[in-house]
Every structure is written in C-alpha cells, then in structure tokens.
C-alpha cells in the first residue's frame, strides 16, 4: 500500500508559480516512480509529468514543456511539481500518482495508487 498526500494548490494569476508536493508513506519511496496528471471539468485525467524512482528520467506532456518541472527528494519522500509562467489553460484538479514498476509511464493505467487531488486555478 502507498497513499499519498498532494498539497499546494491554490488560485494564481496568469504568469504567476505554484508548486505542488506529494508525500507518499507506507512503501520505500526510492522505488517508485512517481507521475502528475491533471483533469479539467468534463475532460479527461492528462498526463503531466514523470520522474522515474531514482529521478534519472523525466518527462513532460508537450503542453507543460519548458513551464513545469518534476523532482523528488526521497529523503523526504515527497514528490514536487514546479509549475512557472501558468496559464488559465492549467486549471485542474492535479494528481500525483504512484508507479510500483519504478520507471514511469505516461499511461494513467500504469500507476498502482493515486492521490486526491489538489486543486490549481489560473485566473486571466
């Protein structure tokens, strides 16, 4: 089992920063990799961003690309999405999620265990 706790959300205006946090607790943290997605009202959970479970290996959907940065501190257990020069078009409920598998996937069906959720609103 591994739950997870997202915190960090909150109302920004455009261009502004957040950053999320996702602690996890009840597996060795070093061993898993761990995603961000996001869902808007009435679409679908998007993909966001990897980091595989050594933090060797990022990725990013190509909306997010050069704006978003993932890492992790696995000392801390915590998983942190860097989210710079945001746009209304970020507004979502952002998930962290949890890959037992240890490298990531941009697929929502390759992650064992999901967070609640946070949520990110962009004001124009």
């Known amino acids: 089992q591994v739950q997870l706790v997202e915190s960090g959300g909150g109302l920004v205006q455009a261009w502004g920063s957040l950053r999320l946090s996702c602690t996890a607790s009840g597996r060795t943290f070093s061993t898993v990799a761990m995603g961000w997605f996001r869902q808007a009202p009435g679409k679908e959970r998007d993909f966001v961003a990897l980091i595989s479970s050594t933090g060797a290996r990022t990725a990013y959907a190509d909306s997010v690309k050069g704006r978003f940065t993932i890492s992790r501190d696995n000392a801390k257990n915590t998983v942190y999405l860097q989210m710079n020069s945001l746009k209304p078009e970020d507004t979502a409920v952002y998930y962290c999620?949890?890959?037992?598998?240890?490298?990531?996937?941009?697929?929502?069906?390759?992650?064992?265990?999901w967070g609640q959720g946070t949520q990110v609103t962009v004001s124009s």
């Open positions: 999620a949890a890959d037992l598998g240890g490298w990531g996937t941009r697929t929502r069906l390759g992650y064992d265990y």
